[in-house]
């Protein structure tokens, strides 16, 4: 993936999650917590979350690797405080950048990027002080927003989009750099990374149905982007990419768009770890 190329929509998703982050920053900020660092900054929505749930004296600093996001963030929120680093180094120079031990360190579907996940967590833990935690929003349970059969295709096209995906991930994990397994699940990460404590919350995403018109666009907005990601790396059978085509073409009689049996459903969860 160019990392580059996903500025406009990583910006996108940070005004569309701008309610979830908000509330999960809400939940995990302590009273008297000073520094609450979000790796992985993207569009920079949880770095924002977290500056508002902090206390007023308290500093929210957004990280990433990649320079054209990081710059894209520091225009969407000039008031706050950024910072350059990669989750496959030790994140030395960014703990002597931050200059003091963070009280929360966020990552959210950044650590997978990392060929050495568990080292990723490691040096992630590092950054914390004393009582410090490490959130990971990492698995859960994926989207469905279609019915099996939509009467293009064969039934169960949003099922084989999902396993798609799933080799797509598989394939770029083993192709980064210096790529390891990790035969074991993210509480069990953070624990081998010394945390003490660990737990997990997901949030169940549910819209009331019928899907506003708004909600419906995301939802499609949603589906293609995830198609034409897929598509160059051949992973999508050809009879379901015609039906995707058609399913996604507003001109088509097939669209999407004309339905009104869309729905929306998810889990996303959260991983979080203490230092002793």
């Given amino acids: 993936m160019v990392w580059s190329e996903q500025t406009a929509h990583l910006g996108r998703l940070a005004g569309e999650e701008s309610g979830w982050y908000a509330a999960t920053a809400a939940a995990l900020v302590r009273p008297g917590d000073r520094l609450a660092v979000d790796v992985g900054c993207g569009g920079a929505g949880m770095t924002r979350a977290l500056a508002t749930a902090l206390d007023p004296e308290g500093r929210a600093v957004g990280v990433d690797g990649e320079p054209a996001i ?18 496959d180094g030790d994140l030395s120079d960014l703990r002597a950048a931050l200059g003091e ?19 990723a967590v490691d040096a992630l833990a590092s950054l914390l002080g004393a009582g410090g935690r490490l959130a990971l929003a990492e698995g859960g ?23 798609a995906q799933d080799r797509w991930f598989a394939s770029m994990r083993a192709g980064l750099p210096g790529s390891v397994r990790m035969p074991y699940g993210w509480s069990e990460c953070l624990r081998r990374a010394g945390l003490t404590g660990v737990k997990a919350r997901t949030t169940l995403f549910e819209r009331e149905l019928p899907l506003t018109d708004a909600e419906v666009n995301r939802v499609l907005d949603k ?23 058609q399913l996604l073409d507003s001109a088509a009689t097939a669209w999407l768009g004309l339905r009104d049996d869309l729905y929306w459903l998810e889990a996303r969860t959260i991983h979080i770890g203490q230092t002793p």
């Avoid at 031990?101 to 080292?119: E, K």
């Fill in 70 to 87: 990081l710059a894209a963030a520091k225009e969407r929120a000039p008031h706050l405080e950024f910072l350059a680093a990669d989750l």
């Fill in 101 to 119: 031990p963070a009280d929360l360190v966020w990552a959210s579907a950044s650590v997978h990027h990392a060929g050495d996940q568990q080292a």
């Fill in 141 to 163: 349970l994926p989207a469905r927003h279609l019915p099996w059969d939509l009467g293009v295709g064969e039934p169960g096209l949003e099922v084989r989009l999902d396993a």
């Fill in 223 to 245: 589906l293609a982007h995830r198609v034409d990601h897929l598509r160059p790396a051949g992973l999508l059978d050809p009879a379901d990419l015609d039906a995707w085509d």
